[in-house]
C-alpha cells in the first residue's frame, strides 16, 4: 500500500492564481481531512470528508474548497491564491470515525508571492 | 475554547538521559488525546491514543500517561533516531465531525 500521497510537493503561486492540491489513499478509508501547518502554530483542520459526497468546514476553510467524489480522493482547491495561504498542507485518512488515528501523507509546500 | 498547549518549545537531550514532554489541555469533553511524532519534512506519524485518566501506553523507549488536565511522554534512554518533533492533540466534544485540536509541538534533539 502506498498509504496517502500528495502532489505536488513543492508548488509557488502568485497572488490570484487558483490550484487543486491532490490527495489519495489507498487505504479504503472513509474519513480523510486537509490540514495546514504553520511555524509556531498547530496543525489547523481546513476541511474534512466523513464519506464520499459529505465534506464539511474545519477551523479555516476560508479561501478553500473540497469536494469527494470517491473514497480515495479528496482534492483541495485555492481559489484565489493569498501571501496569507503560504504554508504546509498535509492531507491525513482515517478508518475510525473519531478520527483518532491518522494516517499523514508527505506534505506540500506551497508559497505565494 | 479548546486548547492544547505542549512544552517545552525544545528539548536537547544527550543519548541515555530520560526526561518528559508536557502537553496540558482545556476541552469541554475529552474524546481522545493522541501523541504522533513528525520528522523534518515529513507528515505527521501516530504513536499513541490516550481514551482517560490514568490510561498508560508504551512503545518502545517512549511512554504516554493521561490525567484529566494533562499528556506527559515519557522518553527513557533515547538515542539520536528518538529526535524529532513531538506533536499532541485531543479530540473534544461530542457528535458528528472532526474536533482534533493540535499543540504546536515540542522539538526534540537527542546528540550521542
Known amino acids: 500500500n502506498a498509504g496517502v500521497t500528495q502532489t505536488p510537493k513543492f508548488q509557488v503561486l502568485k497572488t490570484g492564481q487558483s490550484m487543486t492540491l491532490q490527495c489519495a489513499q489507498d487505504?479504503?478509508?472513509?474519513?480523510m481531512s486537509w490540514y495546514r501547518q504553520d511555524p509556531g502554530m498547530g496543525l489547523r483542520l481546513i476541511h474534512y470528508?466523513?464519506?464520499?459526497?459529505?465534506?464539511d468546514q474545519g477551523e479555516v476553510p476560508n479561501g478553500y474548497n473540497v469536494s469527494r467524489s470517491t473514497t480515495e480522493d479528496f482534492p483541495l482547491r485555492l481559489l484565489s491564491a493569498a501571501p496569507s495561504q503560504t504554508s504546509v498542507y498535509f492531507c491525513?485518512?482515517?478508518?475510525?470515525?473519531?478520527?483518532?488515528?491518522?494516517?499523514f501523507g508527505p506534505g506540500t509546500r506551497l508559497t505565494v508571492t | 475554547e479548546d486548547q492544547v498547549t505542549q512544552s517545552p518549545e525544545a528539548l536537547r537531550l544527550q543519548e541515555g538521559e530520560s526526561s518528559s514532554l508536557n502537553c496540558s489541555y482545556t476541552?469541554?469533553?475529552?474524546?481522545?488525546l493522541f501523541w504522533y511524532r513528525q520528522d523534518p519534512g515529513k507528515g505527521p506519524e501516530f504513536l499513541f491514543t490516550?481514551?482517560?485518566a490514568g490510561e498508560e501506553k508504551e512503545k518502545e523507549r517512549l511512554k504516554a500517561t493521561l490525567t484529566k488536565k494533562e499528556s506527559f511522554l515519557h522518553i527513557t534512554a533515547p538515542k539520536p533516531e528518538d529526535s524529532a518533533t513531538y506533536l499532541c492533540?485531543?479530540?473534544?466534544?461530542f457528535g458528528y465531525g472532526n474536533k482534533l485540536v493540535f499543540g504546536a509541538g515540542t522539538i526534540l534533539r537527542v546528540k550521542s
Open positions: 470528508s466523513v464519506g464520499a459526497g459529505i465534506t
Open positions: 492533540a485531543v479530540q473534544a466534544g
Open positions: 476541552v469541554s469533553g475529552l474524546r481522545g
Open positions: 491525513a485518512s482515517s478508518v475510525n470515525r473519531d478520527f483518532g488515528e491518522q494516517y
Open positions: 487505504m479504503n478509508h472513509e474519513y
Open positions: 490516550l481514551y482517560s
